[in-house]
């Protein structure tokens, strides 16, 4: 509309390019696709897959590996999940709140907490907390080489999810703030009843899929060491697929990663989706 009227109609070159553009846009997207479909039929076609069934697919030593990956194996990697989410979102909460204090020695403590966590690799961390920490002082967590593994885990997602949080806190707008301040609502009673709420609503996604991050993280948990009942998916796969001598436990926990990450990243997706539309 231009002025109340209807906007002209574009001319008949304008268009003829338009329509032109998409064409070779579609005919683009059909080359990749036609790639990618013959470079699957040539890896397919070359691979040896009597020598893959051997090392990968033995049905006989995947069914040996039940129930045990199931009740003992999936059933660590969940726990340890929930335990480092927990204990993350704990941190980060904190920690984000401290990053955004008006109060500088918070602000440098939460920034130096955050930067060393974030820059680490997680499996440094989780052998500094196993090992290091008891030698330099004499410090033992409870639950033993599993447990300093998990407080590992807890401090790494904890330097990220207060990095998402932080941005979720940021993102709540300033007006609200301050309407909720001149109803005479105190600094810390508008943070926990308005800008919590209204962030945590925004940053379910990113916090979901931190979840599902640390779920393959757990992997990282052999280097603490572990027994035969504190054992997560990997180590268990690991330990099965030396004593056969054979992968398909490997596959087996892969198979099972997927069970318990793809309904997560599915969530994930269907979350932001459903926040695009309410924007």
Known sequence: ???????????????????????RQRFVRLGFYALFVAIVVVVVAAADWERLGRSFFRWEIAQEQFPDIVVIA??????????AFVGGLFLG?????????T??????????????????????????????????LGVRVPGGAVGAGVVGLVL?????????????????????????RSLGMSPSRTMLSIVLPQAFRLIVPPLTNEFVLLIKDTSLLYIAGSSIT?????T????????????????VA?????VITVPLTRLVAWLERRQGRAR
């Open 254 to 258: 892969g198979v099972l990663y997927l």
């Open 103 to 136: 109060i500088l020695p918070y602000r440098w403590f939460a920034t130096v907490y955050i930067e060393i966590f974030r820059g680490l690799p997680a499996l440094l961390t989780i052998f500094t907390i196993a090992f290091v920490l008891p030698i330099a």
């Open 74 to 83: 999936a059933k660590n990697t969940v726990v340890y999940t929930a335990i």
């Open 93 to 101: 909460l904190i920690f984000a709140i401290m990053k955004l204090s």
């Open 1 to 23: 509309m231009i002025d109340g009227r209807p906007a002209p109609p574009a001319p008949a070159g304008h268009r003829r390019t338009l329509v032109r553009r998409t064409t």
């Open 230 to 234: 504190t054992k997560e998916l990997t």
């Open 156 to 180: 790494v997602a904890g330097a990220y999810m207060a990095e998402t949080i932080r941005a979720g806190i940021q993102s709540v707008p300033k007006g609200q703030v301050e309407a909720a």
């Open 236 to 251: 268990f796969a690991r330990g099965e697929a030396a004593a056969a001598s054979n992968a398909t436990p490997l596959l």
